[in-house]
């Protein structure tokens, strides 16, 4: 018997061996063999093929095998996998998805010639024209870097056709590095910037570094009225300077920044030949003491555009809907507060600093953003800002901006200076609004002891929030979490996601089971919450904790990270027990120091109380190489119904947790 379980095996490594020699000799002679050669193939042996494909035979099969009802979810998958190593979690659940990220990823590699061991093992595959071409149908952002100036040239040139397919369909534009205006390179960056915000339907802006005359150059025009200063100065010698030079080369034609080109009184309209690439430097130009360059969005265009290009005449203006700094420093938030009380176009700005931003740049933002508010033209509905000095600086934005709609702040308090500007004193309660139209509110603090009393006046006098996420709160000794919990179930009746981090809620299980008899929460999460830590009987305290949550039907999402569970996750399984199971379509247990044996009996009970639907169980972090069998044999039983997210782990390299559960 036992010789005959060796052939078999043997056998099947034999078949396996054959089949990857097969598959191999598809992907490389994929060209001759063609298309239909492929959806020929047996489905069992086309899902098979997939992950073997390059990302271009992927994208040209794909329709195909959609119309036979096959995804190639698990081809884009396994390319992520291929990309990010082994233990990279890959938490995408559609064939779009996985899709999009691999062409979001690999195109900033590949245009710019950025290098790393998969595009060095695919660059004959990656290096062709098509494979720009199919990513670029795929992608919705485009990452500028200013400093790799060939790779953007070639939008103005060779790739012409390509940059036309990026204006129709990125949403968003990223600027990784400082717009250096000085340099004539820079050109050609800002041309292709030009045509994205302006021709093309990019609405979105990601600014990644503090540069504040790029961020000039970046607003000017595109929204808000204000014109900076110095880059006016800067675009008007340029145009000056261009217009001199443009003028001798078409017999005294006039051209007029951002109004086409216009005859001087005594000839007839006269349209000069739009060039491909720069001519060279003319005598009027050296004279002007400046190259053929310039900074206006307008002239730029009518310098790199062909002569077969758009009809000649005035560049449209686009409009920036989204916009977020990622490197805020004070000189650019002096830029962007000349720009902001004219921006009726704004919908969303986030703002971010590596460090804590001083009171008076956020009481001049305040100022700036009170001044817009105040129009009927504002459209300003989502702000982010991180990191504030201190808790109160959120209560002046919320009396600038009262009809946000989404609010994200990040207080990180600092150790020196005043604690409240006496130039801005603190609002009365009963002057401010009775009714806030908060829907979502992020807080996430970092300082000793937070007013607890100014959260939970936020929460009363937000009846529509639907989504909350409050991390990092600390209260006095001897307070408690309980009051926010409170004032949730009293006045925050239509939440459906709640999001509790890093809180001390060891003391609050009668008020999360009373939260949890009356709401229609759809994501719940408490993570780092300690939830189990001062129950005399933790399993008593779980299982009343999964009692509450299964009379929830709206519930998809739970998240219980970093909760030292232990022992005690076999309870969860109880969720899909009895008559009612529980609705919920992922559960995150991660970082909870569940050891081998114990997922395992977790498995044993899952299978005995299997969920109705497919289950997203995540089980990172979690230390499963203490006995790798036992934990191999528990995903394999948790695989038929569970989609599992889990990763490498080296308890070595964790010791702290593992002390403190101990």
């Known amino acids: 018997m036992a010789n005959t379980a060796r052939r078999a095996d043997t056998r099947n490594r034999q078949e396996m061996c054959l089949k990857e020699t097969c598959f191999k000799a ?42 036979r009802g096959i995804s190639t979810h698990s081809g884009w998958v396994g390319v992520l996998q291929d990309m990010c190593g082994p233990n990279h979690v890959i938490d995408l659940n559609t064939e779009e998805e996985a899709k999009h990220e691999v062409m979001r990823m690999l195109f900033t590699l590949v245009f710019y010639g950025f290098t790393n061991p998969f595009v060095k093992r695919n660059i004959t595959n990656l290096s062709s024209p098509s494979f720009l071409w199919a990513a670029a149908k795929c992608i919705k952002h485009f990452l500028l870097t200013t400093s790799m100036h060939k790779p953007l040239q070639s939008l103005t040139a060779e790739h012409r056709p390509l940059l036309n397919l990026l204006e129709k369909r990125i949403r968003s534009v990223g600027v990784s590095q400082s717009i250096d205006l000085s340099k004539r390179k820079t050109q050609t960056a800002l041309y292709v910037l030009h045509r994205l915000l302006d021709h093309g339907v990019a609405k979105e802006l ?88 310039t900074v206006d969005p307008q002239l730029l265009c009518q310098t790199f555009t062909p002569c077969d290009g758009p009809s000649a005449g005035a560049c449209p203006w686009g409009q920036i809907n989204c916009l977020e700094i990622r490197q805020c420093g004070s000189d650019s938030l002096r830029v962007l507060n000349f720009a902001l009380p ?78 409240f500007s006496p130039h801005h004193p603190r609002t009365a309660e009963a002057d401010m609004p009775a009714e806030l139209p908060l829907e979502k509110l992020t807080v996430k603090v970092a300082e000793l002891q937070t007013d607890l009393h ?58 999360i089971l009373n939260l949890l008899r009356d709401c ?119 695989r038929p119904f569970c989609v599992l997210l889990v990763e490498g782990w080296k308890s070595t390299e964790s010791m702290a947790d593992h002390i403190s559960n101990m």
């Open 26 to 67: 598809v992907r490389k002679h994929f060209a001759v063999l063609g298309i239909e050669a492929v959806l020929d193939l047996p489905t069992p042996l086309v899902k098979d093929l997939l992950p073997h494909l390059t990302v271009c035979q992927l994208d040209e099969l794909q329709p195909a095998l959609n119309q």
């Open 520 to 638: 229609k929460l759809e994501e719940l999460r408490f993570s780092d919450c300690r939830l189990l830590e001062k129950s005399s009987d933790k399993e008593e305290s779980l299982q009343q904790l999964v009692a509450a949550l299964k009379t929830l039907p709206s519930l998809h999402t739970l998240g219980l990270a970093q909760n030292r569970l232990a022992k005690n996750v076999c309870v969860l399984a109880e969720l899909f027990s009895g008559s009612s199971p529980s609705s919920v379509k992922r559960l995150d247990i991660s970082s909870n120091f569940i050891q081998p044996a114990e997922l395992l009996e977790f498995a044993k009970s899952l299978r005995t109380h299997c969920p109705p639907q497919r289950l997203t169980l995540d089980l990172r972090k979690n230390p499963g190489d203490r006995d790798s069998d036992t934990w191999s044999t528990a995903l394999k039983r948790l």
């Open 454 to 511: 100014f959260i939970t006046s936020v929460l009363r006098r937000s009846p529509r929030l639907t989504s909350l996420h409050v991390a990092g709160m600390r209260l006095p000794t001897g307070s408690s979490q309980s009051q926010l919990l409170t004032t949730l179930s009293e006045s925050n009746h239509f939440l459906r996601s709640l999001n509790l981090e890093d809180l001390k809620l060891s003391d609050c299980l009668p008020e």
């Open 206 to 293: 990601i600014v990644h570094v503090q540069c504040p005359i790029g961020l000039a150059w970046l607003l000017h025009g595109r929204g808000s009225h204000y014109v900076n200063p110095e880059l006016k100065n800067l675009m008007q010698s340029r145009a000056d300077c261009v217009t001199q030079a443009t003028s001798a080369r078409i017999g005294g034609a006039s051209l007029s920044p951002g109004y086409g080109t216009r005859a001087s009184e005594d000839q007839d309209e006269v349209t000069p030949c739009k060039r491909s690439k720069l001519d060279p430097v003319s005598v009027e130009e050296e004279e002007c003491g400046k190259a053929n360059f």
């Open 342 to 419: 004219t921006f009726f176009c704004l919908r969303s700005l986030s703002l971010h600093s590596f460090s804590t931003f001083r009171d008076l740049d956020v009481l001049g933002l305040a100022r700036a953003l009170k001044q817009l508010s105040e129009s009927s033209r504002s459209s300003l509905t989502d702000l982010s800002i991180s990191a504030l000095p201190y808790t109160q600086l959120m209560e002046i934005l919320l009396d600038a901006v009262p009809h946000v709609t989404s609010l994200h702040v990040e207080i990180q308090a600092v150790m020196w200076g005043p604690r």
